[in-house]
């Protein structure tokens, strides 16, 4: 198996430590698991296909809006209240 050097900042380095040890599992099993689910993920989508979803994003993106600002922000703001009381019913 060929050996590899790659320089990774402290943050990373701790995460990998972590998983190994709470895992039970070799540092470097750890990484080729990673890059295994990493490139399995990106096989998901061939790049023409994301090429035709995103066009279709950015076509949405330019079209006006379809309601005003302060409905859509009435909307989010009740979205976050049931939220944050777990999404239950009010009282009547």
Excluded: C, H
């Excluded at 198996?1 to 099993?29: C, H, I, W, Y």
């Amino acid at each position: 198996m060929p050996k590899v050097t790659f320089s990774l900042d402290e943050e990373t380095v701790g995460a990998l430590r972590n998983a190994a040890q709470r895992t039970r599992k070799p540092q470097s099993l750890i990484v080729r698991e990673a890059i295994a689910q990493y490139a399995a993920r990106e096989d998901l989508l061939p790049n023409p296909e994301r090429e035709r979803l995103l066009g279709i994003l950015r076509r949405i993106g330019k079209r006006p809006p379809t309601r005003p600002q302060a409905a859509v922000a009435r909307e989010l703001a009740g979205i976050r209240r049931s939220r944050r009381m777990g999404w239950s019913r009010p009282a009547r």
